[in-house]
């Protein structure tokens, strides 16, 4: 039993994903779907951008990695494949979105990580990526975590 | 010895084949039930619950590693207000195995790592006549162990009240906690109106250096003692025998 559970997470944390897996099946967030599979340290979830946003009927893909002590630390959430184009969304899928980094706190669950990044989505007002787009990419070209990067979160409503 | 982490962990080995649809139902439905008091860091039912000013509940061991290890400047996970430790308010159920003996209460095991849970801040009983009441804070709050803490919730409370002589006994594990209120009491020793004696006078030694500034000297206090006792004791057969 205990040995199908990820080497990497603490018990506590493995409880806790079981957990919000569990409400997860039972209450999805609008707009998301959790792939299934037996990792339990690495989530895929598909994001349907909300109707009547420029996101409509736009399909992403959120990867969610959880670190040894979670939920005492954030997740490392980014989106894999095409990243939808967005103005706090850069082109290699890290999200500068504060309560992923500095204002985390254990009381966030994955859906409620979920809900903040559509709302994110669907208060964008244009499809562009960052101004400093190119110039961050290039810095993470060797793997970086968004954790890893030093965020100053933007104070606009986008 | 009932510990209560053993029941958790037996709960926490859910087959975590993720593809198994077949969760436990009846403890998904235990845990809906109960969902009101589900610690918010660890989303299961809060043990040793805490309870922040802002009315926030968790586990003590999560809120504590919280604090202590990972949060930036002790805020609250949910509504991020400063959380200060010894303003926490511990939660003491009925019937629970943490709320056996408090003396005999082994460590929160299996979290070695985390201390005791900060004990109950006792505001005196509360005074029947008066209105506003001005005692000082004067609880046994000796050195990590809380006089009134877990087990005193589950002692029966019966309090009697003649004329101006309020008498309150608790019956349970301790029969020697007697408290006593006497009304129109002389101001001139200290004693203001419905000074409580809120202890057995077994711990008030322990008591005594939370006293007020106004104590008075331990021969008074002794001879009060043991009018207060007697008269305790008189009301105690008065209701025995009525
Ligand atoms: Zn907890
Ligand atoms: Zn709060």
């Known amino acids: 039993m205990s040995s199908s559970s990820p080497k990497g997470l603490s018990r506590i944390a493995a409880n806790r994903l079981h957990k919000e897996l569990k409400e997860w099946q039972m209450n999805p967030p609008a707009g998301f779907k959790h792939k299934v ?3 339990l340290q690495r989530w895929i979830v598909e994001v349907n951008g909300a109707p009547n946003t420029l996101y409509e009927n736009e399909t992403y893909y959120l990867q969610v990695d959880f670190p040894e002590n979670y939920p005492m630390e954030a997740p490392q959430v980014i989106f894999t494949h095409n990243p939808p184009l967005h ?15 500095d204002s985390w706190s254990p009381a966030m669950t994955v859906s409620s990580i979920c809900i903040s990044i559509l709302s994110m989505l669907s208060s964008s007002t ?3 990526r960052p101004v400093d787009n190119d110039r961050y990419v290039r810095n993470c070209r060797n793997g970086k975590s968004p954790k890893e990067t030093r965020w100053w979160f933007h104070d606009d409503k986008v | 010895m009932a510990e209560p982490h053993n029941e958790r962990n037996a709960s926490s080995s859910v087959d975590s084949d993720l593809g198994n649809t077949t969760w436990d139902s009846g403890k998904q439905n235990a ?15 809060a043990q040793d619950p805490v309870v922040t000013l802002c009315g926030h509940l968790f586990c003590w061991p999560c809120l504590y590693r919280w604090l202590r290890g990972h949060s930036t400047c002790h805020e609250c996970p949910v509504c991020k207000a400063l959380v200060e430790e010894d303003k926490l308010v511990p939660l003491y159920g009925r019937g629970n195995a943490n709320s056996s003996d408090p003396r005999k209460k082994p460590p929160p095991t299996a979290y070695s790592d985390i201390p005791h849970r900060p004990p109950g801040q006792r505001p005196p009983p509360a005074s029947p006549s008066s209105g506003q009441n001005h005692f000082n804070q004067h609880h046994a709050q000796s050195s990590g162990f809380n006089f009134m803490g877990p087990q005193g919730t589950g002692a029966p409370m019966a309090a009697a009240r003649f004329g101006n002589f309020t008498f309150s006994a608790g019956f349970g594990l301790f029969p020697s906690l007697f408290g006593f209120q006497v009304h129109g009491f002389p101001d001139g020793n200290g004693f203001g109106p419905g000074y409580p004696f809120g202890f057995p006078m077994g ?4 008591a005594r250096s939370y006293a007020p500034p106004a104590a008075v000297s331990d021969q008074q206090e002794a001879k009060l003692s043991r009018l207060l006792m ?10 025995l025998f009525l």
Do not use: M, Q, T, W
């Open chain 1, 37 to 39: 599979s037996d990792n």
């Open chain 1, 87 to 101: 103005p706090h969304i850069y082109s290699n899928g890290h999200i500068c979105l504060d309560i992923l980094y």
């Open chain 1, 126 to 128: 244009e499809k562009a």
């Open chain 2, 31 to 45: 845990g809906s039930s109960s969902s009101g008091f589900d610690c918010n860091i660890c989303l299961e039912l």
């Open chain 2, 203 to 206: 711990f008030h030694g322990a």
């Open chain 2, 230 to 239: 007697f008269l305790g004791f008189i009301v105690f057969l008065y209701i």
